[in-house]
């Protein structure tokens, strides 16, 4: 049975660290369903979710086990409709692991047996943040070398 894992964000925007989970998670399943969570109370993004989908795929055109979706639903639902038995999560620090040991508590209860794996920061990607990003780019600076893509020219 193919082993499909979602890596759930919202990706405001994609990052060399991002990147870095999926490249190593490919390594662990057959399958990863990057999963940009859209919900309403979030709708204010930085960064244009069709740009940033296109943007995604293009890093991922040659690798057909990536798949990119947004979804605007629970990701233990996604994970039902998709056949995905687990969840892919980077872990940077303990801030990180606080709010994921709730959460990945949570998605086990909503839908049987979905288990999240945890992937720890590469060093050089861990003080990478979408948080920081979009600080730094709001005042023009170029923030491609952060970005497994080119934003800007
Ligand atoms: P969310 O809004 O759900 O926190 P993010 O887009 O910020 O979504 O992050 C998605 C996932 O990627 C999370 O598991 C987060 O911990 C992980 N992540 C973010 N930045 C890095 C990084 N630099 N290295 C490793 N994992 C990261």
């Known amino acids: 049975m193919k082993k499909i894992a979602i890596f759930p964000g919202s990706f405001d925007p994609y990052t060399n660290g991002h990147h870095d989970?999926?490249?190593?998670?490919?390594?662990?399943?057959?399958?990863?369903?990057?999963?940009?969570?859209?919900?309403?109370?979030?709708?204010?993004?930085?960064?244009d979710i069709d740009l940033m989908v296109q943007k995604i795929e293009s890093v991922y055109a040659d690798e057909p086990r990536?798949?990119?979706?947004?979804?605007?639903?629970?990701?233990s639902s996604?994970?039902?409709?998709?056949?995905a038995d687990f969840l892919l999560r980077g872990l940077r620090n303990t801030t990180d692991f606080?709010?994921?040991?709730?959460?990945?508590?949570?998605n086990r209860?909503?839908?049987?047996?979905?288990?999240?794996?945890?992937?720890?920061?590469?060093?050089?990607?861990?003080?990478?943040?979408s948080t920081i990003i979009r600080e730094v780019h709001k005042f023009g600076i170029n923030v491609n070398e952060y970005l497994p893509y080119p934003l800007e020219e």
Do not use: C
């Open 21 to 47: 989970i999926v490249v190593r998670g490919l390594k662990m399943f057959d399958e990863i369903i990057i999963g940009i969570g859209y919900n309403s109370a979030k709708k204010n993004r930085y960064f």
């Open 66 to 75: 990536v798949k990119v979706m947004v979804y605007n639903e629970l990701t």
């Open 78 to 83: 996604l994970a039902k409709k998709t056949g």
């Open 98 to 106: 606080e709010y994921e040991n709730t959460i990945s508590q949570m």
């Open 109 to 129: 209860k909503l839908k049987d047996g979905l288990e999240t794996v945890f992937l720890i920061t590469s060093p050089q990607y861990s003080a990478i943040t």
